[in-house]
């Protein structure tokens, strides 16, 4: 057994402390020692403690019960709730300290008000409720610090794409990745491909359009003895990526389905303009083949429909512009609002070689409608935004007012700026934001 010793030396001192309760008795209760707050917790002075028997203060009604007979009785520590005479509540805990033969020779308890626990157990509550938000918000950064490179997600469609492809990635199964030209499809299968388990090996991205149906079954396989073999040996353990696949022929799709059913060993990744699901009810993608690749299915909005993502790429892409041509250049308001209005079939294709065109056509510091291209001008009533055709003068300037504003409301974070561009007071800006739109107003009115 380990033991522990107490010599009872009144001239030495034992322990002395300021600001914890801590008692020194006999195995019989007599009080060899005090610390200075002792007293205090029981209405008394720590010197007059000494000497006397715990009993005889528990008969007494200075704390109620004593410790030290229960530690001696059971001869291991013993925790408890006190009662003092001032009606205090304390816990406290005693400890045997054992002689050579076993037998508890003196008792050392120290205690702390309950009212103290509980404010340490509210405190630590708290702490653990605030580390609970830290946690929370640490996994909302972690989900908008997701993205994929060469592309905008801000958007709520986008980001839910971008969040079931980093989820998919993880998981060993074919994947469709879907959407109009220019929206960024290959910048996801790229993004699925850096966070899957095979992003050292190899990443090969295949035209399906641009193979004769000729060769399109040795594209994939290859020849008998012959190097290189074809796209799976060469994506062996990566990812292959089927582009255009919906514009495959039938009987190229014939060929795949038939090819992807002999054993190998790399991820599909199926890139499509068109809704696999529509190209199979019209007949022009095989059942069969879709089946075996439509396991996850992610779609990408075109632009004009992520409007917050629209702001982000003209932003975006006007700095990399001006680094590439090493300029500092701007927008002037009437073309960012005009830009926002645009359709973008071409999505963020079309939208970069637009501004790039304009950035170069620019020959001041300001890039404004007239250097747009032809195409993309809009004509003199468009640029003020009246569209008569038998409107009254109040609708129009209605018409106006509500365009003004909206485009403000996206490219402006708070109300108080808006209010300074457009030079209005910040409660009118409130009070026509809440006239037109239903969108949640900036940062200054929470």
Known sequence: MNTLFLLPNMDEEI??????????????????????????KYGVASADLLGKSVLDLEAEGVFSPAVTPLVVEKKKKVVTVQNTASGKKVLITGIPLFNDAGEVEFVISYSYELSELMVMKEYLENLETEMSKVKEELAHLREQQIHMEGCITESNSSLRAVKTA??????????????????GKTSLAKFIHAKSTRSEQAFIEVNCTALPESVFEISFTGLEGAQPSGYLELAAGGTLVLNEIDRLPLASQAALFKILQKPHSARIIAVSESTLEESVANGTFREDLFYYLHLVSIQLKPLRERPEDLDSA???????????YESRKTLTDDLYFHLLRLTWPGNFRELRNVLERSLIESESSAITLDDLPVKYQPDAGERIGLELDGQTLPHILETVEKKVLLNAQKRYRTTTEMANVLGISQPSVVRKLKKYSNLPLGDDLE
């Open 15 to 40: 322990m002395d402390t300021y600001d914890e309760d801590i008692i020194v008795t006999t195995r019989e209760g007599r009080i060899l020692k005090t610390t200075q707050i002792t007293g205090e």
């Open 166 to 183: 980093a989820k998919a990635a993880r998981l060993d199964v074919p994947i469709v990745v879907q959407g109009e030209p220019g929206t």
């Open 314 to 324: 003209i932003a975006k892409f006007l700095d990399e512009l001006n680094s590439k």
